[in-house]
C-alpha cells in the first residue's frame, strides 16, 4: 500500500458545526503532516506529527484540533470555523529520513457556509 | 526562515517548445522536490533531489539540484498539452517541506 487515503473528499460545514477530517496511512510512515491550501496558493504547513506525538504547531487557530490516535492515522477536528477557512486541507506522511519525498492524500475540500 | 522562490510563476509555452523553471532558496538545504497540481487535484510527486548535482528524469521533465547554489531547475523538452499544471518546488528545512509559490504552466498549440 503506497497511498495516503483522505476522508471525507468534500465537506460543507456551518460555522457552528463540529467535523473530522481523516488521514490514514499504511507505508510505516513515522511522521505525518497537515497542510492547507487556499485557491492558486501554495500549501501551507499547519501541524507535524513525529512518533504519534505533535512536534509542530505553526501558530494555527484552536479551532484546529489535531489528533495522531497511532502510527496510521491523523485526524483534524474542526470546530466554529469561519469562512476563510475554506481551503483544500491535504494530509501527507513521510519516513523519519524523508529519503523517498512526501506522499499527500487526495485532500478534503472543505467549505464553511 | 526557509524562503523558497520559483520564476516565472506563469508561463505559456508553444507545444514543441523548451523550458526551464528555476527555484531558489534562502538557507542551507539538501532535500528538494518538485510536484505537479492539476485544478482541483492533489499534489503529485514528480522528483525528489538528495544531494548536490542530482539530476533526475522523467519523460520530458528533468530536475536538477545544486546545493551550493541553493537552486534547482525542472527543464521541460518539446512541451505537450498534457504537461499543462501548476508545478511546485518544496525545501526541506528546520521547517518540513516549504513551498515555493508555484508555476502555472499553459502549453497551447
Known amino acids: 500500500d503506497t497511498e495516503v487515503t483522505q476522508t471525507p473528499k468534500h465537506l460543507v460545514m456551518g460555522m457552528t458545526n463540529k467535523k473530522s477530517l481523516k488521514c490514514e496511512q499504511h507505508?510505516?510512515?513515522?511522521?505525518m503532516y497537515w497542510y492547507k491550501q487556499k485557491a492558486k496558493k501554495p500549501p501551507e504547513l499547519m501541524f507535524v506529527y513525529s512518533y504519534e506525538k505533535l512536534s509542530i504547531n505553526e501558530s494555527v487557530p484552536s479551532r484546529f484540533s489535531p489528533e495522531c490516535p497511532n502510527s496510521s492515522l491523523l485526524n483534524l477536528h474542526l470546530h466554529a470555523l469561519q469562512p476563510e477557512d475554506s481551503a483544500l486541507y491535504l494530509c501527507a506522511s513521510t519516513r523519519e529520513d524523508r529519503t523517498t519525498g512526501y506522499t499527500f492524500g487526495s485532500g478534503t475540500r472543505l467549505t464553511v457556509v | 526562515e526557509l524562503k523558497v522562490e520559483q520564476n516565472p510563476l506563469f508561463l505559456s509555452m508553444q507545444e514543441g517548445k523548451n523550458y526551464t523553471i528555476y527555484c531558489n532558496y534562502s538557507?542551507?538545504?539538501?532535500?528538494l522536490y518538485w510536484y505537479r497540481q492539476d485544478p482541483g487535484k492533489s499534489l503529485e510527486s514528480l522528483f525528489v533531489?538528495?544531494?548536490?548535482?542530482a539530476v533526475k528524469q522523467e519523460g520530458r521533465l528533468m530536475a536538477s539540484l545544486d546545493t551550493k547554489a541553493r537552486l534547482s531547475t525542472l527543464h521541460i523538452t518539446a512541451a505537450v498539452h498534457d504537461l499543462s499544471a501548476t508545478y511546485f518546488c518544496?525545501?526541506?528545512?528546520?521547517?518540513?517541506?516549504?513551498f515555493g509559490k508555484g508555476t502555472r504552466l499553459s502549453v497551447i498549440a
Open positions: 533531489l538528495l544531494s548536490n548535482g
Open positions: 538557507t542551507t538545504s539538501d532535500r
Open positions: 507505508m510505516g510512515h513515522r511522521a
Open positions: 518544496a525545501v526541506d528545512g528546520n521547517t518540513p517541506l516549504v
